[in-house]
Structure formats: C-alpha cells, structure tokens
T-cell receptor, first 116, second 118 residues
Framework: GAVVSQHPSWVICKSGTSVKIECRSL??????MFWYRQFPKQSLMLMAT?????????EQGVEKDKFLINHASLTLSTLTVTSAHPEDSSFYIC????????????FGPGTRLTVL | AQTVTQSQPEMSVQEAETVTLSCTYD???????LFWYKQPPSRQMILVIR??????QNATENRFSVNFQKAAKSFSLKISDSQLGDTAMYFC???????????????FGKGTKLSVIP
C-alpha cells in the first residue's frame, strides 16, 4: 500500500505559539488529504478535507482560522495549529484518498501535540 | 448523513480462540464501502479488511473475515485463531460512493478495544 509520513511525531509547545504538522505521501500523488483529531480512548474525528490547489473543507465545529490547512502540492499537506492552547492537545492523524489507490485511505503515523 | 455504531466498547479473547466484533451502520446509499481498521498501541491505523456493498460474497483476509448483511446494515468482523498481536482498537468505517463532495471520506464507529489473553 501507499506510504504516508507525518512530521513531527510528537511536539510540545507553549500556550500561544503556533505549531505546524506536515503530512507527506511518499510514493503517490495525493489529490485529497484528510485531517483527523483523536482524543485518548476515542475514535477519529474528521476535522477537514483538503484538495490540492484549493481551499480545505472544514467539518462543522472546527475553527478554520485556528486550524490552517494548506495542500499546495500533490505530496504535501500541512496543518498549522495557531495560538495553541492546552485544550488543543491531542493526537492528529492525516490520511490520503485518491482514485489511483482504489477505495482506501492510507494513514500517517500521527502526531502527538502537547500544549503546556 | 451516515452513522456507524460499535456496541462493544471492550472485548477479550483467549489466544487461539475466535472472537466476533459487531458493527451496524445507517445509510440511504445503495452502494458504498465498509472497512475494519486496526489501531495497535503504536496508534498507526492499519486496514484489516474491506467490503464493497455491491458484492454479496463476504470478504476474507487470512484469519479475518466479515459477515456482511446488507439488508440488516450489519458488518461484523470475525478473528480466528486470535494472536497476541491482534490486541488493538478496532474501528468499523463507512465510505460513501466516490462522487463530488465527500469523496473518499470515512465515517468511523467509536471503536472496540480487543485484548487477546495469553
């Protein structure tokens, strides 16, 4: 299957700072990428869908000005958590979906964000 | 909107035994895709098995098989000869047909924590 990487795997930051998480598809062109948030012992919650070259579509209740998504190329999408606060601490996972890979999403290994 | 329900928050099974995880869903679509994903302690999501709704035959992947009942909107996962490495969270997921907005989007159930006991 396709390989998706995320960087960093974990990050600790101070309240009020911004953090950027990168999601890369290593061996195929990802026209669509998804960003999820997962709290401990809970399921994945879809935050937004990004399509290469266009604006992201955010799910209801997700602040688009706080969680900035950029999908500038077919291999890279970034999620920037702006002015992070302790309640933003969570596990963030990206995945890709493209017709070239059939009916399957490939997931990155996730990024653990801790905001102090 | 689609919903996916996993009614068993936690389950346990003895090593080498068989266990079945349940999943029901609700949709008005006639064609769609269903998945079981595994999330071990590493938290990497791993595809276990998938089923296309238009296929009547139940999918199988080695020790993993599904019981897909389209009319009942049920999609259970059977794990045979359970191994210690099967210990993980298991998520049932629904994907609607690929057309327009929401293509490839997954809707997840809340998950079932499976523990395999030696």
């Amino acid at each position: 299957g396709a390989v998706v990487s995320q960087h960093p795997s974990w990050v600790i930051c101070k309240s009020g700072t911004s953090v950027k998480i990168e999601c890369r598809s290593l061996d195929f062109q990802a026209t669509t990428m998804f960003w999820y948030r997962q709290f401990p012992k809970q399921s994945l919650m879809l935050m937004a869908t990004s399509n290469e070259g266009s604006k992201a579509t955010y799910e209801q209740g997700v602040e688009k000005d706080k969680f900035l998504i950029n999908h500038a190329s077919l291999t890279l999408s970034t999620l920037t958590v702006t002015s992070a606060h302790p309640e933003d601490s969570s596990f963030y996972i990206c995945s890709t979906g493209t017709s070239g890979q059939g009916n399957e999403q490939f997931f990155g290994p996730g990024t653990r964000l801790t905001v102090l | 909107a689609q919903t996916v329900t996993q009614s068993q928050p936690e389950m346990s099974v003895q090593e080498a035994e068989t266990v079945t995880l349940s999943c029901t869903y609700d949709t008005s679509e006639s064609n769609y895709y269903l998945f079981w994903y595994k999330q071990p302690p590493s938290r990497q999501m791993i595809l276990v098995i998938r089923q296309e709704a238009y296929k009547q035959q139940n999918a199988t992947e080695n020790r993993f098989s599904v019981n897909f009942q389209k009319a009942a909107k049920s999609f259970s996962l059977k794990i045979s000869d359970s191994q210690l490495g099967d210990t993980a969270m298991y998520f049932c997921a629904f994907m609607k047909p690929h057309s327009g907005a929401g293509s490839y989007q997954l809707t997840f159930g809340k998950g079932t924590k499976l523990s395999v006991i030696p």
